[in-house]
């Protein structure tokens, strides 16, 4: 038997909340919201919209960044990274939609800081499951799920938006 996922609309209220206290606390002009393709960008423009911020989300492909692309049998599909002109001093807020292992949020990392070094980078997740293999956490999760083994949640969008369960037993 299978878990029920939550509802994405009332998830994307939490993860708003959260981040209106995660801007005033940063100084809402110094925060640049990017996402993590696909997911990631997906609630990120929403999010910005939600938050009524200036310009245009941030979306990183991590393609390239990726330490596990062969192991888990992913296919590298190629999208280009859009980010401010400058993240030099900035608050970058990473987005993404499920923070499990902490590999994809690591690769994003890594290609923020090519683009240049922000005054600090925080992390907003729609779904945190334990199963970290890195020292990452999240600084504002809308909801924390726990699975079983051999199970995956993955965002499915970009509209509607929802939660679907992956492998596993139905």
Same mark, same amino acid.
């Given at each position: 038997?299978?878990?029920? +996922? ?7 209220? #939490?993860? $708003? /909340? ?5 801007? %005033?606390? &940063? ?5 640049? !919201? ?9 609630? %990120? &423009?929403? +999010? ?10 941030? $979306? ?9 692309? /062969?192991?888990?049998?992913?296919? /590298? ?41 922000? /005054?600090?980078? #925080? ?8 199963? #970290? ?7 504002? $999760? $809308?909801?924390?799920?726990? +699975? ?10 970009? %509209?509607?938006?929802?939660?679907? !369960? &992956?492998?596993?037993?139905?």
């Amino acid at each position: 038997m299978s878990a029920k +996922l939550p509802d994405v609309p009332p998830l994307l209220d #939490r993860l $708003a /909340a959260g981040l209106e206290a995660l801007l %005033a606390d &940063e100084g809402r002009g110094r925060c640049t !919201l990017v996402g993590i393709h696909s997911g990631g960008v997906w609630l %990120a &423009e929403a +999010l910005h919209q939600r938050l009524g911020l200036a310009g245009a989300p941030g $979306a990183l492909d991590i393609a390239f960044y990726r330490d596990d692309l /062969a192991r888990s049998g992913m296919q /590298a599909r190629v999208r280009p990274s859009r980010l401010p002109l400058t993240v030099d001093d900035r608050v970058v807020i990473l987005v993404d939609d499920v923070l499990y292992t902490g590999r994809t949020v690591r690769a994003a990392l890594n290609e923020v800081f090519d683009y240049g070094r922000p /005054a600090a980078v #925080r992390l907003a997740v729609l779904v945190d499951r334990p199963g #970290r293999e890195l020292p990452i956490a999240a600084d504002v $999760a $809308a909801t924390r799920l726990e +699975l079983p083994a051999g199970q995956r949640v993955k965002l499915q969008g970009p %509209a509607p938006l929802r939660l679907v !369960l &992956e492998g596993g037993a139905p």
